[in-house]
């Protein structure tokens, strides 16, 4: 089994949340974000769209007594959980989980030892309007902001992006914006 890996994915073994998250895994998807989490019965998945919201979800888990890095390791490297971007892979290095793409253009993560086999991935995802497919990157690290927010909407916040003229969504971990 594997996960799809979009945007900004949090990847975490249900043998760790069974251990650590208050009410298990019944209560980690119950609790989950928004609605990109999956699991294929051995890791689980939630995607975000920025790293603030990456940094927003661990802090959650931390404060549950997840870690994300190995104390003992001598290089940072992930513990509890796993940060992974879809066209890099793990943003550090982690000993349980592979990664790879898919020649059809998408992304996928599965746990180190296990065979990759079927793809595991959100409700209602297709692969012709996935972020696979259909995804613009904004670099957050621009001198000159390169979009400007608009207005809340029910799970997302939308922008312009002031470079193609064209509104861009982004969805939204938290309260919406003021």
């Keep these: 089994m594997a996960v799809l890996i979009e945007a900004l994915s949090v990847v975490v073994r249900v043998k ?3 251990e650590k998250y208050p009410g298990g895994m019944i209560y980690y998807e119950r609790d989950r974000p928004n609605a990109t989490y999956c699991c294929d ?3 689980t ?3 975000f769209m920025t790293p603030d919201h990456v940094g927003g979800f661990i802090e959650t888990l931390e404060s549950h007594g997840f870690m994300v890095f190995d104390p003992y390791a001598e290089e940072e490297e992930f513990l509890d959980l796993a ?5 890099t892979g793990p943003t550090r290095p982690c000993k349980w989980l592979s990664y790879d ?3 059809d253009g998408y992304s996928f993560a599965w746990l180190t030892g296990e065979e990759p086999g079927e ?11 996935s972020l696979s497919k259909k995804h613009v990157f904004i670099p957050t690290d621009q001198d000159e902001p390169r979009i400007r927010f608009l207005r809340s909407e029910e799970t997302l916040d939308v922008f312009l ?3 193609t003229g064209k509104e861009v969504y ?9």
């Design 161 to 163: 992006d002031e470079q």
């Design 16 to 18: 760790t949340i069974e």
């Design 119 to 129: 793809l595991t991935t959100p409700e209602g995802w297709d692969l012709e309007n």
């Design 83 to 87: 940060v992974v971007d879809q066209f």
């Design 45 to 47: 998945l939630v995607g």
């Design 101 to 103: 793409r898919h020649p």
């Design 170 to 178: 982004v969805a939204r971990f938290g309260p919406p914006k003021q």
């Design 41 to 43: 019965g051995l890791l």
